[in-house]
C-alpha cells in the first residue's frame, strides 16, 4: 500500500495547485463582478460548493503528507511538504475563513481585495507543495 503514497500525495498536490490557481486568478477577482444585490446569496452558494470540493482534498493531504513524514524517517523534503501544508492551514483558518464570514453579510470591495491578497499565501504553499512532491516523485522513481 504505501507503494501508492507518492502517487496518491503527488495527485492530491496537483489537483490542490490547479483549484488555489483557479480561485486566485478567476473566482475571487470575479467577487467584483457581482452585483451587491446578489453578492451574499452567491457567497453562500459558493462557500457550500468550494468547501464540499476542498474540504476533503485538504483533508487527504493532511493524511497522505503525515503518512510520508513518518514513511519517509522525517526527511527534509517530507517535513518542508509537511511545512507547506500547516501554512495553507494556517492561512486557510486563521486569514481565509475569518474574510469569507465577513462577506456572508454583503460583498465588501476591500474585504475581496484582502481576500485576493492574502491568498497568495495559499498559492504560493500549495504550488511549491506541488513542485516538491513532483520532484520528490521523480527523483524517487529513478
Same mark, same amino acid.
Given at each position: 500500500? +504505501? !507503494?501508492?503514497?507518492?502517487? /496518491?500525495? =503527488? /495527485?492530491? &498536490? $496537483?489537483g490542490l495547485f490547479i483549484l488555489i490557481w483557479l480561485v486566485q486568478?478567476?473566482?475571487?477577482?470575479?467577487?467584483?463582478?457581482?452585483?451587491?444585490?446578489?453578492? /451574499?446569496? !452567491?457567497?453562500?452558494? !459558493?462557500?457550500?460548493?468550494? +468547501?464540499? #470540493?476542498?474540504?476533503?482534498?485538504?483533508? @487527504?493531504?493532511?493524511?497522505?503528507? *503525515?503518512? $510520508?513524514?513518518?514513511?519517509?524517517? !522525517? &526527511?527534509?523534503?517530507? #517535513?518542508? @511538504?509537511? *511545512?507547506? *501544508?500547516?501554512?495553507?492551514? =494556517? +492561512? %486557510?483558518?486563521?486569514?481565509?475563513?475569518?474574510?469569507?464570514?465577513?462577506?456572508? %453579510?454583503?460583498?465588501?470591495?476591500?474585504?475581496?481585495?484582502?481576500? #485576493?491578497? %492574502?491568498? $497568495?499565501?495559499?498559492? /504560493?504553499? $500549495? +504550488?511549491?507543495?506541488?513542485a516538491t512532491v513532483s520532484i520528490n516523485t521523480i527523483s524517487s %522513481?529513478f
Amino acid at each position: 500500500m +504505501s !507503494y501508492l503514497l507518492p502517487y /496518491a500525495n =503527488l /495527485a492530491i &498536490s $496537483w489537483g490542490l495547485f490547479i483549484l488555489i490557481w483557479l480561485v486566485q486568478l478567476i473566482i475571487y477577482p470575479g467577487f467584483h463582478r457581482i452585483t451587491c444585490e446578489a453578492f /451574499a446569496a !452567491y457567497h453562500r452558494w !459558493y462557500v457550500i460548493r468550494i +468547501s464540499s #470540493v476542498v474540504l476533503p482534498l485538504m483533508l @487527504a493531504e493532511l493524511i497522505l503528507t *503525515v503518512w $510520508w513524514i513518518r514513511s519517509d524517517d !522525517y &526527511s527534509l523534503v517530507s #517535513v518542508l @511538504a509537511g *511545512v507547506l *501544508v500547516l501554512i495553507v492551514w =494556517l +492561512s %486557510t483558518f486563521v486569514l481565509q475563513v475569518p474574510i469569507h464570514n465577513r462577506l456572508k %453579510t454583503g460583498k465588501e470591495d476591500r474585504e475581496i481585495r484582502r481576500l #485576493v491578497t %492574502t491568498n $497568495w499565501i495559499r498559492t /504560493a504553499a $500549495w +504550488s511549491l507543495k506541488a513542485a516538491t512532491v513532483s520532484i520528490n516523485t521523480i527523483s524517487s %522513481t529513478f
